[in-house]
């Protein structure tokens, strides 16, 4: 297994290297290893309606959109198990993140709540109170001290204490943003949305869906300051995952994930390529799992029903 600091990387080379046509065998034939493949989607509950995904070793985790629910999978395949059930109170189960503790960290969309489970239990360790005024609490990065969420309907940022080396949890607060990430006057723009921690551990890095700009923010005293994308701009930008100065940025409604290099700082990013796959239908974030890449598929263009169809999609674009 290679160190975490280089399986997005490692990942991010993997699907170019794997011809779109493996999808045809997926799961039945041997992978590029001479191990069995892993498939190439594993459905989730008809209806789910999943944004979020998280990953740890073969275990990956989806959250609904539109309930709150959360369940567990195998990338392997097989049925997933519900760990977290649909929510009255959060009724949205966005970006995820997990930490050495065992904690998932879940946005909590309109609701304006921040939620915290055990991973392996389901148990609800931290629910927030819903933040002041309209709010959709997008996407979570993990720093040392403390989660940070997005809030793509207010400029502004959620943070959760975690404390010295993970211990204990305090409670959410909000902090403006200021300087270069600003929002559009339209109250029904998506601004903020996708979010990872920077290289120095201090600050995050958070991609505007509307203008495509990615912005480094300070979460302890909300100052943005763009950073220039050659190549860009990453427009519909959703979901963001980093390893070292590997960053990739989900395009949601434009099917693709773009693969960058960031510059010293992360003062500058530099778009090397994109990934497509003839299997996403409006990808939104991703995870790594068994050194190969993951999405779920959010469908956002299609009506959804009680047996719309959803799936969690292993990477294999070019």
Request: aromatic share 4%; charged share 20%.
């Amino acid at each position: 297994m290679l160190p975490r600091r280089r399986l997005i990387a490692a990942a991010a080379a993997a699907v170019v290297l794997v011809p779109t046509a493996a999808h045809a065998g997926a799961g039945t034939g041997k992978g590029e290893g001479g191990g069995r493949a892993l498939p190439s989607t594993i459905p989730l509950p008809a209806g789910f309606q999943p944004e979020g995904i998280e990953a740890r070793g073969g275990r990956f985790y989806a959250g609904s959109r539109a309930t709150g629910q959360i369940v567990v999978g195998n990338v392997k395949g097989g049925p997933t198990r519900e760990l977290v059930p649909a929510q009255t109170a959060a009724p949205s189960a966005l970006g995820l993140r997990l930490d050495r503790k065992d904690r998932l960290f879940v946005a909590g969309g309109r609701t304006g709540t921040v939620s915290v489970y055990r991973a392996r239990t389901g148990k609800l360790l931290y629910r927030s109170p819903a933040v002041p005024g309209p709010a959709f609490v997008n996407d979570v990065a993990l720093l040392r001290d403390r989660a940070v969420f997005t809030d793509s309907a207010t400029q502004r940022l959620v943070v959760v204490p975690i404390g010295r080396k993970g211990k204990g949890l305090g409670e959410a607060k909000v902090v403006p943003i200021t300087g270069s990430l600003a929002y559009d006057a339209d109250p029904a723009t998506n601004e903020a949305n996708g979010i990872v921690a920077a290289r120095d551990g201090r600050h995050v890095l958070v991609v505007n869906s509307r203008t495509g700009e990615l912005h480094r923010v300070d979460p302890r005293t909300g100052v943005s300051t763009l950073v220039p994308v050659t190549g860009g701009p990453l427009t519909n930008g959703d979901g963001l995952l980093r390893s070292g100065n590997t960053l990739l940025a989900v395009q949601n409604r434009l099917n693709k994930v773009a693969v960058l290099r960031l510059g010293r700082g992360d003062a500058s990013a530099t778009v090397r390529r994109t990934i497509t796959d003839s299997q996403f239908d409006v990808p939104t974030t991703l995870a790594v799992a068994k050194g190969r890449l993951f999405t779920v598929n959010a469908r956002f263009t299609t009506t959804p029903a009680a047996d719309t169809a959803y799936d969690v999609v292993r990477i294999d674009g070019k």
